[in-house]
């Protein structure tokens, strides 16, 4: 079987998925430890038998929907290349939208808290693109802020340090500058829990109570507390959420307050300033 042969074979092997022939091609890469550039350019390129045998597995594991993140074990995210795993959210595009809004809003010296880090993502974005600034990884999973570290270590930033806990709860009064955070802000009846690659990924990282916005309002509550005056919080959200979540900013007398869409076109991260 060669590689063209190997791509019709997972095209019809994932028929069912929202995208077979970009599932199989990342799976097929994965296996040759090869770029997609060169599926293209060797498509009478030979699979060795057991090429094909562990190709042949990821499909099968694929058709039964488990997220092709997890199966290579990575996901691109930014300008990054992000090791992942069934402790942490597989890092999505539209988050990265929050991580162009924020860049916009640092200045040299500051001190910036990502919250829920998971893999990283948001945290390692930010500091990969300002070598001056500081950025604290927060996140209560063990396993996630394991993933972090080793993700750091892998692209070689060293402007970010890892703290186990819970959102804001030790973080000393007046102390940052910015707080981004992509929290779980699904309720717990969303129909699209069962559906995709969210039914692999940890429900703690996903859902939240009082319609998904729970965590969300402990975060802007916490958050007046730790920021600096004239400090930024941004925080992504559900696409519907935009209005309640620029509520809670109101309520926490916070400024500027607005919402940026992503690339679908979806209200998606909202964001605010403290006064002085």
């Known amino acids: 079987m060669n590689i063209v042969e190997a791509i019709e074979k997972g095209r019809a092997y994932l028929s069912e998925s929202e995208s077979p022939e970009r599932d199989s091609q990342y799976l097929l890469c994965h296996v040759l430890a090869c770029s997609s550039t060169y599926l293209h350019t060797w498509p009478d390129k ?8 562990d190709y042949t597995i990821l499909l099968a594991q694929r058709a039964e929907g488990r997220p092709v993140a997890h199966l290579t074990g990575q996901r691109g995210f930014w300008s990054l290349d992000l090791n992942v795993n069934a402790d942490t959210l597989i890092p999505r595009p539209d988050t990265e939208t929050l991580v162009a809004a924020a860049l916009e809003k640092i200045q040299p010296d500051m001190t910036i808290a990502d919250l829920g880090t998971g893999s990283g993502a948001i945290a390692l974005a930010l500091a990969s693109e300002r070598s001056d600034i500081q950025v604290l990884a927060m996140d209560k ?6 993933m972090a570290q080793r993700n750091a270590k892998q692209c070689q930033i060293n402007n970010v340090s890892f703290w186990q806990g819970n959102w804001l709860f030790a973080i000393t009064d007046h102390s940052l500058d910015m707080i981004v955070s992509n929290p779980p802000y699904i309720a717990h009846t969303d129909p699209h829990l069962h559906q995709g690659d969210v039914r692999f990924e940890p429900l703690t990282a996903l859902v939240s109570g009082q319609e998904g ?3 969300i309002r402990q975060i802007i509550e916490q958050a007046t507390r730790c ?3 004239k400090a930024w919080l941004f925080i992504e959200h559900g696409y519907a959420q935009a209005g309640a979540v620029a509520q809670l900013f109101g309520q926490a007398r916070f400024e500027q307050v607005s919402c940026v869409k992503d690339f ?3 209200d998606r991260v909202t964001m605010g300033q403290l006064p002085l």
């Open 264 to 266: 679908g076109g979806n």
């Open 141 to 146: 999973s063990r396993g996630a802020l394991k």
């Open 227 to 229: 920021l600096k005056s």
């Open 213 to 215: 916005l729970a965590d």
């Open 46 to 53: 030979s699979l060795s038998e057991q090429q094909q045998a």
